[in-house]
C-alpha cells in the first residue's frame, strides 16, 4: 500500500479511481485499511476545498443506494417495512434518531448528512 497527500484535484481523481477498486474490500484486509486511509485523505481534502455542506438526508440515502447498488428493499434493516422506507424516500416520513443511527452504522451514512435540516 502506497499512499500518498493529496493536493490536487488530480490526485484527488487518481485517489478516486483507486477507490473504486478497493471500495468493497473485506474488513480485516491490507485493501479494506488501504480504503479506510483513503476515504480519510479524500475527505480532508474536499473539506479544505469544496464548501459543499452538510447534503440533504434523503439525497446521502439516495447517493449511498446508488453507490452500492441498493434497492428501496435492502433499506428495511435500517428504516423499516417497505413503506415506511417509501415514505422517507418521497420526503412524507423524516428519519427517526433510531433510523439515523441504523443507517449511520449500517450503511455508513455521515451523521452530519443525516441530520442536516433537524432542529
Not at 99 to 117: C, F, N, Q, T
Amino acid at each position: 500500500m502506497t499512499i500518498k497527500p493529496i493536493r490536487s484535484d488530480e490526485d484527488l481523481q487518481r485517489a478516486f479511481k483507486r477507490l473504486e477498486k478497493i471500495f468493497q474490500a473485506e474488513e480485516g484486509t491490507p485493501q479494506a485499511d488501504e480504503r479506510d486511509v483513503l476515504v480519510t485523505l479524500i475527505e480532508a481534502y474536499e473539506a479544505k476545498h469544496y464548501d459543499f455542506g452538510p447534503a440533504d438526508p434523503v439525497e446521502a440515502i439516495k447517493f449511498r443506494m446508488e453507490q452500492e447498488g441498493l434497492t428501496p428493499r435492502d433499506l428495511e434493516p435500517y428504516i423499516g417495512q417497505s413503506g415506511r422506507v417509501s415514505e422517507v424516500l418521497n420526503r412524507k416520513r423524516a428519519l427517526s434518531l433510531r433510523m439515523v443511527k441504523r443507517l449511520h452504522d449500517g450503511l455508513r451514512i455521515p451523521y452530519e448528512s443525516l441530520l442536516a435540516g433537524v432542529r
